[in-house]
């Protein structure tokens, strides 16, 4: 069978990942030389712990199964299984960490409530003032920026791989084919559209009531850390943001200890993970009425900075990059991805959210199983 992919950001690849895997041809265009857009922008993070109970759990461990699958034939994605902690700060944290470490699912989270010294312990590197940690073992992470790559490089051994960069695809051709911005037509067995936070044109065309919105959000990366992050870091705040930490103890959290104004009003979180190179990628915030600005604004970096150097202990490195990126996520908080037919052989799969660099290689393994790859 020959498979058209069209995107070559995390989940195209790993939907052409699978293909290849399987035995079949695959053509992969992306409208840019390599993916520029979210998945190269994210912290890289495989993040189990604080999905919801259901699909979307389900999801995240077999990705992380199968990443770290993936990690061991294909050493340049930087599969590390770090696990992570969110640190706890105060009792009302501690209290949602206390409580769902003993819920009825934690054991298939590997939830473990930490002290002060089993924390320090777990990642020396925290010097600062906290209580303790939810302990996330099955958490780990891969290099973003390099990831795509390494596995197109691996695809291509195959001799059954074609990558083809710098192609916009325009039109779909009757059946299972496309047209790209040079005039080619590409022609397979199945096409699937994986086109990340492009909404317009060409997939407006196709699913004009498309279920899915665009988030916009800033990150940063600093110079190496004198030290090595262990683990990958959550503040307090990520219990507002991940539907696994919804409860009564979170609902108090909430009433007793609002967040930050500038986390508040910019929907911020604290995620902190060290790259193989030294350098830590904090991040992050996030922005969901369009337009979007087209700057990046200060005061969240100076937030995250301090934030971030007081569960260090020491000051945050110095900032060597910022950015901006933009992903797609699907209206439905019950389904983790958008799957379509849009026609015959044609299936579009977008809007995996912020899950899309944790759940990208399950996401690829169903879109194939469901169409008898």
Same mark, same amino acid.
């Given at each position: 069978m020959r498979v058209i992919v069209v995107g070559a950001g995390a989940l195209g690849t790993m939907h052409a990942w699978h293909a290849v895997r399987r035995g079949h041809q695959v053509v992969h265009l992306e409208r840019e030389q390599q993916a520029r857009g979210a998945s190269v922008r994210n912290f890289g993070l495989v993040w189990v712990g604080g999905r919801a109970e259901g699909p979307d759990l389900d999801t995240a461990l077999r990705a992380r199964q199968l990443w770290e699958e993936i990690g061991a034939e294909v050493p340049g994605v930087g599969f590390r299984a770090s696990g992570s902690l969110t640190v706890l700060r105060t009792e009302a944290e501690r209290a949602v960490a206390a409580e769902v470490a003993a819920r009825h699912d934690a054991g298939r989270r590997g939830w473990e409530l930490l002290d002060e010294a089993e924390t320090r312990k777990a990642n020396p590197a925290l010097g600062g003032d906290f209580l303790g940690a939810l302990w996330s073992p099955y958490d780990g992470q891969v290099e973003p920026r390099v990831t795509q790559r390494a596995l197109q490089d691996r695809l291509r051994e195959s001799g059954r791989y074609t990558f083809l960069g710098g192609r916009e695809v325009r039109e779909v051709v009757g059946e299972r084919s496309v047209r790209d911005d040079r005039g080619e037509l590409h022609s397979g067995d199945a096409v699937v559209l994986c086109t990340g936070a492009w909404l317009g044109g060409l997939v407006r065309e196709l699913a004009p009531e498309l279920p899915v919105r665009r988030v916009r959000l800033q990150m940063m990366q600093t110079d190496p850390l004198d030290g090595q992050l262990t683990t990958s870091v959550a503040d307090g705040d990520s219990f507002r943001y991940y539907p696994a930490y919804a409860g009564g103890a979170l609902d108090a959290l909430n009433a007793a200890q609002p967040q930050h104004p500038t986390a *508040?009003?910019?929907?911020? $979180?604290? +995620?902190?993970? $060290?790259? *193989? &190179?030294? %350098?830590?990628?904090?991040?992050? %915030?996030?922005?969901?009425?369009? !337009?979007?600005?087209? &700057?990046?604004?200060?005061? !969240?970096?100076?937030?995250? =900075?301090? +934030? *971030?150097?007081? +569960?260090?202990?020491?000051?945050? !490195? @110095?900032?060597?990059?910022?950015?901006?990126?933009?992903? =797609? $996520?699907?209206?439905?908080? *019950?389904?983790?991805?958008? @799957?379509?037919?849009?026609?015959?052989?044609?299936? +579009?799969? %977008? /809007?995996? /959210?912020?899950?899309?660099?944790?759940?990208?290689? =399950?996401?690829?393994? =169903? %879109?194939?199983?469901?169409?008898?790859?």
């Open positions: *508040a009003e910019h929907r911020m $979180q604290l +995620l902190m993970v $060290q790259r *193989a &190179d030294g %350098t830590l990628t904090v991040g992050d %915030t996030h922005e969901y009425d369009q !337009p979007f600005g087209f &700057d990046v604004v200060e005061d !969240p970096y100076t937030y995250l =900075a301090e +934030l *971030a150097g007081s +569960l260090l202990g020491r000051p945050l !490195p @110095r900032i060597r990059r910022r950015w901006a990126g933009v992903y =797609a $996520q699907c209206l439905d908080p *019950a389904l983790v991805v958008h @799957r379509e037919r849009v026609r015959e052989g044609v299936w +579009l799969v %977008t /809007g995996p /959210g912020g899950r899309g660099m944790t759940g990208s290689p =399950a996401i690829g393994e =169903a %879109t194939a199983n469901e169409m008898g790859l």
